[in-house]
């Protein structure tokens, strides 16, 4: 692991990858990189340092989903320095429909799901969004999002993904987005932009290079 010293106190600076940048977290002195590398076009926008992009993304952004989700994934490793910057944005400032539910909104429906999730989720695990994933699935076929993992869910099959364990991102021209490239683990375009789902995937990746600051780069298949 590389370790820098902040010129002005000495200490051990914290590696920003989002920002491509470096952080003393006792004085708050910030640097820069001292090369930044242009992303080939295809990245269309997207970290280098964070994905790896394996498919022609310039495809995906013809699409208003499609680049709606990437310009949003952007926007917010661009804009905010930690995940639940990200998550507070996302809650305060974007829309989302009926099927979602967030703190202080249809909390009633992550209450209902709670029982079944009991041996998954941590006591100390903070449920961030829940969203059903189809009109005649309330209940049913649901998805989750915590501040350590993805639970996705189809009647009593479920299935888990931890941020850390985020190896890839599966990304379609409608703004659909699978983990690990299982179909089952997928956000399917939650509020017909793409900002809301760009939000999402944008909080946790974060998360998981919080975790883990030397993991390596979460490929766009």
């Known amino acids: 692991m590389e370790i820098k010293k902040c010129i002005q ?3 051990n600076l914290e590696r920003q990858p989002m920002k491509k940048a470096w952080l003393c977290p006792y004085c708050g002195a910030r640097y820069e990189d001292e090369e930044k590398r242009t992303a080939p076009k295809e990245y269309c926008g997207l970290n280098e340092e964070v994905f790896m992009a394996e498919k022609d993304l310039s495809k995906i952004m013809k699409d208003h989903s499609g680049a709606g989700v990437i310009n949003s994934i952007v926007y917010c490793m661009r804009t905010f320095e930690k995940a639940c910057q990200v998550e507070e944005y996302m809650l305060r400032k974007l829309t989302f429909s009926d099927d979602i539910s ?3 909104v249809r909390e009633d429906q992550i209450e209902k799901a709670m029982p079944l999730l009991e041996k ?3 006591p100390d695990e903070r ?3 829940y969203g ?4 005649l699935s309330k209940g049913k076929e649901y998805f989750l999002v915590t501040d350590r993992q993805s639970v996705f869910v189809k009647k009593k099959n479920i299935k888990t993904v931890l941020h850390t364990d985020i190896d890839s991102l599966t ?3 409608c703004g659909n987005c699978y983990l690990n490239g ?3 683990k997928g956000f399917i375009n939650l509020d017909g932009k793409g900002t809301f789902q760009g939000a999402i995937l944008a ?4 998360f998981s290079f919080e975790a883990q600051p030397d993991r390596g780069r979460i490929r766009i298949i």
């Open 203 to 206: 909080m946790i990746c974060m």
């Open 120 to 122: 998954i989720i941590e």
């Open 182 to 184: 299982d179909y089952e």
């Open 171 to 173: 990304l379609e021209g």
């Open 132 to 135: 059903n994933k189809g009109i």
């Open 9 to 11: 106190c000495g200490g």
């Open 127 to 129: 449920v961030i969004v």
């Open 102 to 104: 967030v703190k202080g």
